[in-house]
């Protein structure tokens, strides 16, 4: 019963990262600069707000903004229940996401 408590406890966290990795994603997207060519992402600004978001829910984040796009992979650990009566404390947890800013016209 302790080791599915501790991979059903996993399972969660890994979908929990992936939503996190989303939303930072999303978060990158929303930092903005216009240019003499229009719209553009900010890189800089947009790799420190997905790693904010990131690290106010936990996690630790590589992100990678190329274009309109950012991608996040965040990595933290689940800590267990049982599991811990064997020696495993912790198990990994990667999640990734991505999103695409969005060019709107009046």
């Given at each position: 019963?302790?080791?599915g408590?501790?991979?059903?406890?996993?399972?969660?966290?890994?979908?929990?990262?992936?939503?996190?990795?989303?939303?930072?994603?999303?978060?990158?997207?929303?930092?903005?600069?216009?240019?003499?060519?229009?719209?553009?992402?900010?890189?800089?600004?947009?790799?420190?707000?997905?790693?904010?978001?990131?690290?106010?829910?936990?996690?630790?984040?590589?992100?990678?903004?190329?274009?309109?796009?950012?991608?996040?992979?965040?990595?933290?650990?689940?800590?267990?229940?049982?599991?811990?009566?064997?020696?495993?404390?912790?198990i990994?947890?990667?999640?990734?996401?991505?999103?695409?800013?969005?060019?709107?016209?009046?």
């Amino acid at each position: 019963v302790g080791i599915g408590v501790d991979f059903s406890g996993h399972a969660a966290a890994a979908q929990e990262a992936r939503e996190v990795a989303a939303q930072a994603a999303r978060a990158a997207t929303h930092e903005v600069v216009l240019t003499s060519a229009g719209p553009q992402l900010d890189v800089g600004a947009a790799k420190l707000a997905a790693r904010s978001f990131a690290e106010s829910a936990g996690y630790s984040a590589d992100v990678v903004v190329a274009g309109e796009s950012a991608s996040v992979t965040l990595r933290g650990s689940y800590e267990t229940s049982f599991l811990g009566v064997i020696g495993i404390h912790t198990i990994a947890v990667e999640g990734s996401g991505s999103a695409r800013g969005v060019r709107v016209t009046g």
